[in-house]
């Protein structure tokens, strides 16, 4: 084990939403691949979460990367932009340029830095042909990025199995318990530890559902997802906005 730190940096995805504590707070992959490397590395192992939900990309480099950097950490996962592609200011270029900038940073102090393609999530949202389009370009900036700094990739989009909408919330937006827990294996498998041969086993897909009943369970989720994400982005708001870091020091870690 050559880890004995590790910082998680990013947004709602990285946070743990929607896979809960019995408390209520937010476990999440990175708790979950936090947990398997403090039981490898011992009672020395340190960790942190910056992560806050609703971070666009520059937010999370300005705020969470310096904090990052100046913990030393031997090992930082960075995933960010999700949110971006949302925006109608979305420039991938931009993106792009500053992706590789800052995962060249964070590669020059020494640490190994684990970086995400994310899953396909557009299948099941509105929007489809605007955004499924942008998060090609991530995923490709972030495959390229991570080639040019030997930063290790995981590679959601691969991964067919998100395709089952079990392993998203009922916002169809961020990952279920299962998903959380298939992202942590996926991690674990790309540093080359092992993990729960459970948190690899998938649900199920549901049944198929009625045309009718369908349509009345978009109708629900527009009015309870949809709606107040459209009203937070009208106003300038963000889900995020009185959400502090879960972990904000690098400190020891038990579940």
């Given at each position: 084990m050559r880890?004995?730190?590790?910082?998680?940096?990013?947004?709602?995805?990285?946070?743990?939403m929607d896979d809960a504590y019995p408390d209520g707070t937010y476990r999440g992959w990175a708790d979950l691949v936090a947990t398997r490397l403090a039981a490898e590395a011992g009672p020395d192992f340190r960790y942190a979460n910056l992560a806050i939900r609703g971070r666009l990309f520059p937010n999370v480099v300005a705020e969470q990367v310096p904090a990052a950097?100046?913990?030393?950490s031997d090992l930082i996962?960075?995933?960010?932009?999700?949110?971006?592609?949302?925006?109608?200011?979305?420039?991938?270029?931009?993106?792009a340029t500053r992706f590789d900038d800052v995962v060249g940073r964070l590669r020059s102090g020494g640490a190994d830095v684990v970086l995400f393609?994310?899953?396909?999530?557009?299948?099941?949202?509105?929007?489809?042909?605007?955004?499924?389009?942008?998060?090609?370009?991530l995923n490709q900036a972030v495959g390229a990025t991570a080639e040019r700094h030997g930063a290790i990739l995981v590679d959601l989009y691969a991964d067919d199995t998100?395709?089952?909408?079990?392993?998203?919330?009922?916002?169809?937006?961020h990952l279920s318990a299962a998903g959380h827990r298939r992202v942590a294996a996926q991690v674990l498998t790309a540093l080359g530890v092992g993990c729960d041969e459970e948190w690899l086993m998938v649900p199920p897909h549901p049944a198929p559902t009625p045309w009718l009943a369908?349509?009345?369970?978009d109708l629900r989720w527009a009015g309870r997802h949809l709606a107040p994400w459209i009203k937070r982005r009208l106003t300038g708001r963000s889900s995020g906005d009185t959400v502090t870091a879960k972990r904000p020091r690098l400190g020891p870690f038990a579940d």
């Amino acid at each position: 084990m050559r880890w004995r730190s590790f910082v998680a940096v990013g947004d709602s995805f990285t946070e743990g939403m929607d896979d809960a504590y019995p408390d209520g707070t937010y476990r999440g992959w990175a708790d979950l691949v936090a947990t398997r490397l403090a039981a490898e590395a011992g009672p020395d192992f340190r960790y942190a979460n910056l992560a806050i939900r609703g971070r666009l990309f520059p937010n999370v480099v300005a705020e969470q990367v310096p904090a990052a950097l100046a913990m030393r950490s031997d090992l930082i996962s960075f995933a960010a932009g999700g949110n971006d592609v949302l925006r109608r200011t979305f420039d991938p270029d931009a993106l792009a340029t500053r992706f590789d900038d800052v995962v060249g940073r964070l590669r020059s102090g020494g640490a190994d830095v684990v970086l995400f393609r994310f899953a396909d999530v557009m299948a099941r949202l509105p929007g489809q042909r605007l955004v499924a389009p942008r998060v090609q370009l991530l995923n490709q900036a972030v495959g390229a990025t991570a080639e040019r700094h030997g930063a290790i990739l995981v590679d959601l989009y691969a991964d067919d199995t998100f395709l089952n909408p079990m392993l998203w919330s009922t916002d169809r937006l961020h990952l279920s318990a299962a998903g959380h827990r298939r992202v942590a294996a996926q991690v674990l498998t790309a540093l080359g530890v092992g993990c729960d041969e459970e948190w690899l086993m998938v649900p199920p897909h549901p049944a198929p559902t009625p045309w009718l009943a369908a349509r009345a369970a978009d109708l629900r989720w527009a009015g309870r997802h949809l709606a107040p994400w459209i009203k937070r982005r009208l106003t300038g708001r963000s889900s995020g906005d009185t959400v502090t870091a879960k972990r904000p020091r690098l400190g020891p870690f038990a579940d």
